[in-house]
């Protein structure tokens, strides 16, 4: 099978959080591998892993790579460490190279000393905020069981305050019972692009539908398009939405969910680990573990695992049951000539 490159790493520089989410798959779904996680990336290891990009990215001649800074929490890093690491991990990267870097926050921890790195290194900022404040104190609660809507909203506020151009997005996991064109309207108003999010949970292990109505999110997710198409915040961009119409009038998925293209993205963990995408957690303990790192293992070794192979052979790998479905009988022709794997159909 040919091997697509790594373009893009969730980077864990803490593996602890100071919210304790209800949904949340990195420490309520049955995986505990954050407990024997160091709670800080080093340095040393910051270092190497920009090591291990730069060899990536001369074997396949990349111009660009994408860093995404979470947790955990990564605002629990304090600014001065936040630098060093930055710093550490561009060290050994060819200066040439455009480095994008994000970071995923619930904001509590927002200050101005933390926006001053931000600025410094041009790290872009997504906050998670679920909507108004019944919604987001629903699930979103401290370590305490305190709520959090407040804080995060003050967080907020001082970052558009201090560099507004470095907020970019907001995570919003849909609470189904919430009422969707509120929840859109509310979260419009701070000007940045909104990902609705699915709770991440199996068949095993179903999300809540009410009335037993399979549709419910589905429907959740049509009232606001119907509304954003008609001009209701069009200025916004709802990606998720906006994801499947670009799919459907040709063009290529961010959302690994809906294309069956190769991935391009590992998660590297706070002691260097090399893991899957870091959302498997909410499939079962280890699901994500490769057993490789980044001191011992190239991102090019990393390709061969079993879980990387898996996540870049398209439908090639698809169960024979799933392979019976109309959705895979009968592609669009436009699909099957934008994919870049091989069809076995």
């Given at each position: 099978?040919?091997?697509y490159?790594?373009?893009?790493?969730v980077?864990?520089?803490?593996?602890?959080?100071?919210l304790n989410?209800?949904?949340c798959?990195?420490y309520?779904?049955?995986?505990e591998t954050w407990k024997?996680?160091?709670?800080?990336?080093?340095?040393a290891?910051?270092?190497?892993?920009?090591k291990?990009?730069q060899?990536h990215?001369?074997?396949?001649?990349?111009k660009?790579y994408?860093?995404?800074?979470?947790g955990?929490?990564?605002?629990?890093?304090?600014?001065?460490?936040?630098d060093?690491?930055?710093?550490s991990?561009k060290?050994?990267?060819?200066p040439?190279?455009?480095?994008?870097f994000?970071?995923?926050?619930?904001?509590?921890?927002?200050?101005?000393e933390?926006?001053d790195?931000f600025?410094k290194?041009?790290?872009?900022?997504?906050i998670?905020?679920?909507?108004?404040?019944?919604?987001?104190d629903?699930?979103?609660?401290?370590?305490?069981?305190d709520?959090?809507?407040?804080r995060?909203?003050?967080?907020i506020?001082l970052?558009?305050?201090?560099?507004?151009e470095?907020?970019?997005?907001?995570?919003?996991?849909?609470?189904?019972?919430?009422?969707?064109?509120?929840?859109?309207?509310?979260l419009?108003?701070?000007?940045?692009?909104?990902d609705?999010?699915?709770?991440?949970?199996t068949?095993?292990?179903?999300p809540y539908y009410?009335?037993?109505?399979?549709?419910a999110?589905?429907?959740?997710?049509?009232?606001i398009?119907?509304?954003w198409?008609?001009?209701?915040?069009?200025?916004?961009?709802v990606r998720?939405?906006?994801?499947?119409i670009?799919?459907l009038?040709g063009?290529?998925a961010i959302?690994e969910?809906?294309?069956s293209?190769p991935i391009?993205?590992?998660?590297?963990?706070?002691?260097?680990?090399?893991?899957?995408v870091?959302?498997l957690?909410?499939?079962?303990?280890?699901?994500?573990?490769t057993?490789m790192?980044i001191?011992?293992?190239?991102?090019?070794?990393a390709?061969?695992?079993?879980?990387?192979?898996l996540r870049?052979?398209g439908?090639?790998?698809?169960?024979?049951?799933?392979?019976?479905c109309?959705?895979?009988?009968?592609?669009?022709?436009?699909?099957?000539?934008k994919s870049r794997m091989p069809s076995?159909?």
């Amino acid at each position: 099978m040919e091997k697509y490159p790594i373009i893009e790493l969730v980077v864990k520089i803490a593996s602890r959080c100071n919210l304790n989410c209800k949904y949340c798959y990195e420490y309520n779904m049955g995986d505990e591998t954050w407990k024997s996680a160091s709670k800080f990336m080093t340095n040393a290891v910051a270092e190497q892993l920009g090591k291990r990009i730069q060899e990536h990215i001369t074997e396949f001649q990349l111009k660009e790579y994408n860093l995404g800074l979470h947790g955990g929490e990564p605002l629990l890093m304090s600014p001065s460490k936040l630098d060093e690491l930055v710093c550490s991990l561009k060290s050994t990267i060819d200066p040439t190279v455009e480095l994008f870097f994000s970071l995923q926050t619930n904001a509590i921890l927002m200050s101005k000393e933390h926006i001053d790195i931000f600025k410094k290194h041009n790290i872009r900022i997504s906050i998670s905020l679920d909507g108004l404040k019944e919604t987001h104190d629903k699930n979103r609660i401290d370590l305490k069981g305190d709520p959090s809507w407040e804080r995060v909203i003050k967080g907020i506020q001082l970052l558009k305050q201090e560099a507004p151009e470095l907020f970019i997005g907001i995570l919003s996991v849909i609470d189904i019972e919430s009422d969707p064109i509120e929840t859109f309207d509310f979260l419009a108003q701070f000007e940045v692009d909104i990902d609705f999010l699915l709770p991440l949970k199996t068949f095993d292990n179903p999300p809540y539908y009410p009335n037993q109505e399979s549709v419910a999110y589905g429907k959740w997710y049509f009232r606001i398009y119907k509304e954003w198409i008609e001009g209701r915040n069009q200025h916004i961009d709802v990606r998720f939405i906006k994801n499947i119409i670009t799919q459907l009038i040709g063009g290529s998925a961010i959302y690994e969910v809906m294309t069956s293209s190769p991935i391009g993205l590992l998660t590297i963990s706070t002691d260097g680990n090399i893991e899957g995408v870091d959302c498997l957690k909410s499939i079962g303990e280890e699901i994500q573990v490769t057993d490789m790192n980044i001191f011992k293992n190239s991102f090019t070794e990393a390709l061969g695992h079993d879980i990387v192979k898996l996540r870049q052979s398209g439908i090639t790998d698809l169960h024979d049951k799933c392979k019976s479905c109309l959705l895979y009988t009968s592609p669009s022709p436009r699909d099957r000539q934008k994919s870049r794997m091989p069809s076995s159909a």
